[in-house]
T-cell receptor, first 112, second 113 residues
Framework: KQEVTQIPAALSVPEGENLVLNCSFT??????LQWFRQDPGKGLTSLLLIQSSQREQTSGRLNASLDKSSGRSTLYIAASQPGDSATYLC???????????FGRGTQLTVWP | EAQVTQNPRYLITVTGKKLTVTCSQN?????MSWYRQDPGLGLRQIYYSMNVEVTDKGDVPEGYKVSRKEKRNFPLILESPSPNQTSLYFC????????????FGSGTRLTVV
Protein backbone atom coordinates (compact mmCIF):
# COMPACT_ATOMS: atom_id res chain seq x y z
CA LYS A 1 0.00 0.00 0.00
CA GLN A 2 1.23 3.50 -0.82
CA GLU A 3 2.66 5.37 2.17
CA VAL A 4 3.24 9.12 1.99
CA THR A 5 5.49 10.89 4.48
CA GLN A 6 5.95 14.61 4.91
CA ILE A 7 8.91 16.19 6.66
CA PRO A 8 9.03 18.32 8.71
CA ALA A 9 5.72 17.96 10.54
CA ALA A 10 5.93 21.59 11.64
CA LEU A 11 7.99 24.57 10.64
CA SER A 12 8.17 28.08 12.09
CA VAL A 13 10.13 30.74 10.24
CA PRO A 14 10.44 34.53 10.03
CA GLU A 15 8.94 36.37 7.11
CA GLY A 16 11.09 36.46 3.97
CA GLU A 17 12.70 33.04 4.30
CA ASN A 18 12.81 30.59 1.40
CA LEU A 19 11.36 27.24 2.43
CA VAL A 20 11.49 23.63 1.30
CA LEU A 21 8.80 21.15 2.30
CA ASN A 22 9.48 17.49 1.64
CA CYS A 23 7.24 14.63 0.60
CA SER A 24 8.25 11.02 0.03
CA PHE A 25 6.23 8.05 -1.17
CA THR A 26 6.92 4.32 -1.18
CA UNK A 27 5.46 3.22 -4.53
CA UNK A 28 6.86 5.01 -7.57
CA UNK A 29 4.02 3.77 -9.81
CA UNK A 30 2.04 6.97 -9.41
CA UNK A 31 -0.23 8.80 -11.81
CA UNK A 32 0.23 12.36 -10.58
CA LEU A 33 1.13 14.29 -7.43
CA GLN A 34 -0.82 17.21 -6.03
CA TRP A 35 0.07 19.75 -3.35
CA PHE A 36 -2.70 21.31 -1.27
CA ARG A 37 -2.97 24.04 1.29
CA GLN A 38 -5.35 23.81 4.26
CA ASP A 39 -6.17 26.63 6.64
CA PRO A 40 -7.35 25.59 10.13
CA GLY A 41 -10.77 23.94 9.97
CA LYS A 42 -11.14 24.79 6.29
CA GLY A 43 -11.12 22.97 2.99
CA LEU A 44 -8.23 21.91 0.78
CA THR A 45 -7.03 24.37 -1.82
CA SER A 46 -5.07 22.93 -4.72
CA LEU A 47 -1.68 24.60 -5.19
CA LEU A 48 0.09 22.58 -7.84
CA LEU A 49 -0.47 19.40 -9.83
CA ILE A 50 2.55 17.59 -11.25
CA GLN A 51 1.85 15.01 -13.94
CA SER A 52 3.97 11.89 -13.66
CA SER A 53 5.79 12.78 -16.90
CA GLN A 54 6.77 16.22 -15.55
CA ARG A 55 9.60 17.10 -13.23
CA GLU A 56 8.31 20.38 -11.88
CA GLN A 57 5.52 22.95 -11.83
CA THR A 58 5.57 26.61 -10.86
CA SER A 59 2.90 29.01 -9.71
CA GLY A 60 3.97 32.42 -8.46
CA ARG A 61 6.26 31.96 -5.47
CA LEU A 62 5.64 28.22 -5.40
CA ASN A 63 7.66 25.58 -7.19
CA ALA A 64 7.09 21.85 -6.87
CA SER A 65 9.41 19.17 -8.14
CA LEU A 66 8.87 15.46 -8.64
CA ASP A 67 11.39 12.63 -8.81
CA LYS A 68 9.36 9.46 -9.35
CA SER A 69 12.30 7.10 -9.35
CA SER A 70 13.40 8.14 -5.88
CA GLY A 71 9.84 8.62 -4.60
CA ARG A 72 10.25 12.27 -3.65
CA SER A 73 8.62 15.62 -4.19
CA THR A 74 9.54 19.02 -2.78
CA LEU A 75 7.51 22.20 -2.48
CA TYR A 76 9.63 25.33 -2.55
CA ILE A 77 8.13 28.57 -1.21
CA ALA A 78 10.08 31.71 -2.03
CA ALA A 79 10.07 34.83 0.12
CA SER A 80 7.58 33.49 2.66
CA GLN A 81 4.85 35.74 4.04
CA PRO A 82 2.62 35.51 7.15
CA GLY A 83 -0.30 34.73 4.79
CA ASP A 84 1.49 31.51 3.83
CA SER A 85 0.84 30.14 7.32
CA ALA A 86 -1.22 26.97 6.86
CA THR A 87 -0.87 23.21 6.66
CA TYR A 88 0.57 21.93 3.39
CA LEU A 89 -0.54 18.49 2.25
CA CYS A 90 1.11 16.26 -0.33
CA UNK A 91 -1.18 13.81 -2.13
CA UNK A 92 -0.07 11.05 -4.44
CA UNK A 93 -2.56 9.97 -7.09
CA UNK A 94 -2.16 6.24 -7.59
CA UNK A 95 -2.00 4.65 -11.01
CA UNK A 96 -4.76 2.21 -10.03
CA UNK A 97 -8.22 3.79 -9.85
CA UNK A 98 -6.73 7.22 -9.25
CA UNK A 99 -6.74 6.76 -5.47
CA UNK A 100 -5.45 9.70 -3.44
CA UNK A 101 -2.92 8.97 -0.73
CA PHE A 102 -2.22 11.82 1.65
CA GLY A 103 0.71 12.65 3.86
CA ARG A 104 0.02 14.00 7.37
CA GLY A 105 1.04 17.49 6.30
CA THR A 106 3.55 20.16 7.27
CA GLN A 107 2.16 22.88 9.53
CA LEU A 108 3.85 26.12 8.51
CA THR A 109 3.94 29.29 10.60
CA VAL A 110 5.49 32.43 9.13
CA TRP A 111 5.87 35.22 11.68
CA PRO A 112 6.36 38.91 10.89
CA GLU B 1 -17.39 29.08 -10.87
CA ALA B 2 -16.18 25.48 -10.94
CA GLN B 3 -16.63 24.03 -7.50
CA VAL B 4 -17.60 21.21 -5.20
CA THR B 5 -20.38 22.21 -2.81
CA GLN B 6 -21.00 20.45 0.47
CA ASN B 7 -23.91 21.00 2.83
CA PRO B 8 -24.21 21.58 5.66
CA ARG B 9 -20.93 23.18 6.75
CA TYR B 10 -21.59 22.40 10.40
CA LEU B 11 -23.86 19.78 11.94
CA ILE B 12 -24.46 18.66 15.52
CA THR B 13 -26.66 15.62 15.92
CA VAL B 14 -27.50 12.91 18.41
CA THR B 15 -26.50 9.28 18.33
CA GLY B 16 -28.70 7.18 16.09
CA LYS B 17 -30.42 9.97 14.18
CA LYS B 18 -30.00 9.38 10.45
CA LEU B 19 -28.37 12.18 8.49
CA THR B 20 -27.22 12.98 4.99
CA VAL B 21 -24.37 15.23 3.92
CA THR B 22 -24.81 16.42 0.37
CA CYS B 23 -22.08 16.92 -2.22
CA SER B 24 -22.55 18.43 -5.65
CA GLN B 25 -20.07 19.37 -8.39
CA ASN B 26 -20.65 21.51 -11.47
CA UNK B 27 -17.65 20.37 -13.52
CA UNK B 28 -19.13 17.25 -15.15
CA UNK B 29 -16.59 15.15 -13.23
CA UNK B 30 -16.88 11.38 -13.38
CA UNK B 31 -14.96 10.56 -10.23
CA MET B 32 -16.18 11.57 -6.76
CA SER B 33 -15.09 10.51 -3.31
CA TRP B 34 -15.57 11.13 0.40
CA TYR B 35 -12.86 11.55 3.05
CA ARG B 36 -12.80 12.09 6.75
CA GLN B 37 -10.05 14.00 8.53
CA ASP B 38 -9.13 13.31 12.13
CA PRO B 39 -6.26 14.68 14.24
CA GLY B 40 -3.28 12.36 14.12
CA LEU B 41 -4.86 10.15 11.44
CA GLY B 42 -4.88 12.49 8.46
CA LEU B 43 -7.29 12.13 5.57
CA ARG B 44 -8.84 8.73 4.98
CA GLN B 45 -11.07 7.70 2.10
CA ILE B 46 -14.57 6.50 2.99
CA TYR B 47 -16.17 5.73 -0.39
CA TYR B 48 -15.57 6.59 -3.99
CA SER B 49 -17.53 6.52 -7.24
CA MET B 50 -16.07 6.21 -10.72
CA ASN B 51 -19.34 7.08 -12.46
CA VAL B 52 -23.11 6.99 -12.09
CA GLU B 53 -24.30 3.87 -10.26
CA VAL B 54 -20.69 2.75 -9.66
CA THR B 55 -19.50 3.04 -6.07
CA ASP B 56 -16.92 1.22 -3.97
CA LYS B 57 -15.52 1.19 -0.46
CA GLY B 58 -12.46 3.11 0.57
CA ASP B 59 -10.39 2.54 3.69
CA VAL B 60 -13.00 3.33 6.36
CA PRO B 61 -16.50 2.57 4.98
CA GLU B 62 -18.09 1.12 8.14
CA GLY B 63 -21.13 3.08 9.27
CA TYR B 64 -21.50 5.00 6.00
CA LYS B 65 -23.51 4.65 2.80
CA VAL B 66 -23.34 6.49 -0.49
CA SER B 67 -25.30 6.66 -3.72
CA ARG B 68 -24.56 8.06 -7.18
CA LYS B 69 -27.82 8.39 -9.06
CA GLU B 70 -26.73 11.47 -10.97
CA LYS B 71 -23.30 12.47 -12.16
CA ARG B 72 -23.19 15.73 -10.21
CA ASN B 73 -24.34 14.46 -6.79
CA PHE B 74 -22.71 12.08 -4.32
CA PRO B 75 -24.42 12.19 -0.91
CA LEU B 76 -22.92 10.60 2.22
CA ILE B 77 -25.45 8.89 4.46
CA LEU B 78 -24.98 8.00 8.11
CA GLU B 79 -27.85 5.65 8.96
CA SER B 80 -27.15 5.53 12.69
CA PRO B 81 -24.41 8.01 13.62
CA SER B 82 -22.18 7.31 16.60
CA PRO B 83 -19.77 9.58 18.49
CA ASN B 84 -16.75 8.00 16.75
CA GLN B 85 -18.05 9.49 13.50
CA THR B 86 -17.43 12.98 14.83
CA SER B 87 -15.02 14.34 12.25
CA LEU B 88 -14.34 16.80 9.45
CA TYR B 89 -15.68 15.41 6.16
CA PHE B 90 -14.61 16.32 2.65
CA CYS B 91 -16.03 15.54 -0.74
CA UNK B 92 -13.74 15.60 -3.79
CA UNK B 93 -14.14 15.21 -7.52
CA UNK B 94 -11.97 14.71 -10.58
CA UNK B 95 -12.62 14.67 -14.34
CA UNK B 96 -11.37 11.10 -14.52
CA UNK B 97 -9.23 9.12 -12.16
CA UNK B 98 -7.00 11.99 -11.13
CA UNK B 99 -5.71 12.96 -14.56
CA UNK B 100 -6.29 16.66 -13.90
CA UNK B 101 -6.08 16.54 -10.14
CA UNK B 102 -8.79 16.78 -7.53
CA UNK B 103 -11.11 19.57 -6.39
CA PHE B 104 -12.28 19.50 -2.79
CA GLY B 105 -15.35 20.87 -1.11
CA SER B 106 -15.13 23.23 1.88
CA GLY B 107 -15.81 20.48 4.37
CA THR B 108 -18.55 19.50 6.82
CA ARG B 109 -17.80 19.56 10.53
CA LEU B 110 -19.94 16.83 12.10
CA THR B 111 -20.37 16.37 15.83
CA VAL B 112 -22.32 13.36 17.15
CA VAL B 113 -23.29 13.55 20.82
Amino acid sequence: KQEVTQIPAALSVPEGENLVLNCSFTDSAIYNLQWFRQDPGKGLTSLLLIQSSQREQTSGRLNASLDKSSGRSTLYIAASQPGDSATYLCAVIGSTLGRLYFGRGTQLTVWP
Amino acid sequence: EAQVTQNPRYLITVTGKKLTVTCSQNMNHEYMSWYRQDPGLGLRQIYYSMNVEVTDKGDVPEGYKVSRKEKRNFPLILESPSPNQTSLYFCASSLSTGADGYTFGSGTRLTVV
